[in-house]
C-alpha cells in the first residue's frame, strides 16, 4: 500500500433526504402551499467532492486529510460526525470557521418523479485560499480540490481566489488535482466566462477532472448537442492541455472514462509523481464501464476520481489508472450511496485479476480501445 498522502479539498454539504416513498406523484401535487405532507424518517448524509471523493479514498485504505469548510452550527457538528464515524482523524483537519452557517441541500425524492433541491451554499460560499493552512500540507502528495462552480469565492474575479490557491500548492512541489461541477446557466455561476478562467488556473493543475458535459459547457458550448466522439474528446483534451494541464481524465457517465496525457515532455517533467514520462507523454485511453449490480449511481464520478487519483499515487501508468477509475467506480454503484459499496484497494484489484467483465466499449470510441 502506498504512503503517499492525500488531501482532498472543496465542496462539502450536509444532505437531508425525506422518506417520501409513501408519497404519490406528480411533484406538484405532492407538494402544495398549505397542505402537510406527511412522510418517514429523513437520511442524513454528507455530499460533495471532500465527502464523496476523500471518504472513498480512505476506504480504499489511502492516507488521506480532508479540508471542507463548515460553520459551527448543528449541521457543520453533524458533518464533522458523520465523517469522523469512518476515522476519528478524517475530522480532525476540517476548516470551522466561526459564525457562519454550514452548507445544506433538502433533497425531495418522490417515487416516479425528478428528484428536487433546495440548496444553502453556506460557508462553501466563503472558502477562499486563506482557509488553507499551507503548513500543514507539508509532506502531502497530491492536492484534489472539487466543485469551484459551487463556491462563489473560488469563481469571482476570474477564479484569482482558486489560482491563488493552486499556486501556492503547486509551488511546494505537490501534485494538483481538479474537478468540476456543471454551472446552472441561470446562476452567477452560469454567467462566468470558464475558459478565461480555466486559463489562469490550470498551469497550476495537473491532473483536471471534470465530466464532459463539464468542460464541453465551459470551453465549447457551441458542441454542447454534438454527442461523445474521439474527435470531440481529442479536441477537449487539447484544449485542456494549451490552457496548462498536464494530465486529463473526462468522465463518461455510463460510457465510462477518457483519460490523455498531454506530449509537452518539460509539462510532464513539472509533475511530481511521474516517475516514467513515457508511460503518459502524448498517451490516450478509453475504458468502458465494469459489469455492476446497480444500486445507485450517487457520487459515483466522485469514486471514479478516486479510483485514479489512487492509481497516480502507486504510481501505475495510463492504462492502470484508467482501469482502477472504472472499477472503483463500479464498486460505487453498488450501494445506495457514494461510498458504502467501496472496499480496499487490494479487493478491487483481486476482482479485476479475476477476469471482471467490462460492458462493450461505446462503438463511437472503439479505436481507443
Keep these: 500500500m ?75 457538528q453533524i458533518i464533522c460526525q458523520i465523517v469522523g464515524a469512518n476515522s476519528p482523524q478524517l475530522s480532525r483537519d476540517m476548516i470551522i470557521s466561526r459564525g457562519e452557517s454550514t452548507s445544506y441541500s433538502v433533497v425531495i425524492s418522490v417515487p416516479g418523479c425528478d428528484r428536487a ?24 502528495s497530491l492536492f484534489h480540490f472539487g466543485y469551484p462552480p459551487l463556491m462563489r469565492k473560488m469563481f469571482l474575479n476570474n477564479g484569482a481566489e482558486l489560482a491563488q490557491m493552486f499556486g501556492k500548492v503547486k509551488a511546494m512541489g505537490i501534485t494538483t488535482s481538479m474537478d468540476m461541477t456543471l454551472p446552472d446557466p441561470d446562476s452567477e455561476s452560469g454567467r462566468v466566462d470558464w475558459a478565461s478562467l480555466l486559463a489562469e488556473v490550470l498551469p ?42 498536464a494530465v486529463t481524465m473526462i468522465k463518461l457517465g455510463d460510457r465510462g472514462i477518457y483519460a490523455g ?11 511530481s509523481l511521474i516517475q516514467s514520462s513515457d508511460d503518459w507523454c502524448g498517451r490516450e485511453i478509453y475504458r468502458p464501464c465494469f459489469m455492476a449490480n446497480l444500486v445507485g449511481t450517487t457520487g459515483s464520478g466522485d469514486c471514479t476520481i478516486a479510483g485514479f487519483l489512487g492509481g497516480w499515487t502507486h504510481e501505475m501508468n495510463i492504462e492502470e489508472c484508467a482501469t482502477m477509475a472504472v472499477a472503483v467506480g463500479a464498486f460505487s454503484v453498488e450501494a445506495a450511496d457514494a461510498t458504502g459499496g467501496i472496499k480496499p484497494w487490494a479487493k478491487v484489484l483481486e ?17 481507443l480501445m
Design 204 to 245: 497550476h493543475v495537473d491532473i483536471f477532472v471534470p465530466s464532459l458535459d463539464e468542460i464541453v459547457y465551459m470551453l465549447a458550448p457551441d458542441r454542447m448537442e454534438e454527442g461523445v466522439s474521439v474527435q470531440l474528446l481529442r479536441d477537449i483534451s487539447e484544449a485542456i492541455f494549451e490552457l496548462g494541464s
Design 117 to 140: 433541491f433546495l440548496h444553502y451554499p453556506g460557508t462553501n460560499n466563503t472558502f477562499c485560499a486563506d482557509d488553507i493552512n499551507y503548513e500543514s500540507l507539508e509532506g502531502v
Design 261 to 271: 496525457a498531454t506530449s509537452r515532455e518539460e509539462r510532464l517533467a513539472d509533475v
Design 2 to 76: 502506498t504512503n503517499k498522502s492525500i488531501v482532498v479539498a472543496g465542496h462539502i454539504c450536509v444532505d437531508m433526504i425525506p422518506d417520501m416513498s409513501a408519497c404519490k406523484g406528480p411533484l406538484d401535487k405532492v407538494i402544495v402551499p398549505g397542505k402537510l405532507v406527511n412522510v418517514g424518517a429523513p437520511l442524513m448524509s454528507t455530499g460533495g467532492v471532500v465527502a464523496n471523493t476523500g471518504l472513498a479514498l480512505h476506504k480504499l485504505g489511502l492516507p488521506v486529510k480532508l479540508l471542507g469548510k463548515v460553520g459551527d452550527d448543528s449541521f457543520g
Design 351 to 367: 476482482r479485476i485479476n479475476a477476469g471482471w467483465e467490462t460492458h462493450l466499449p461505446a462503438p463511437q470510441l472503439e479505436e
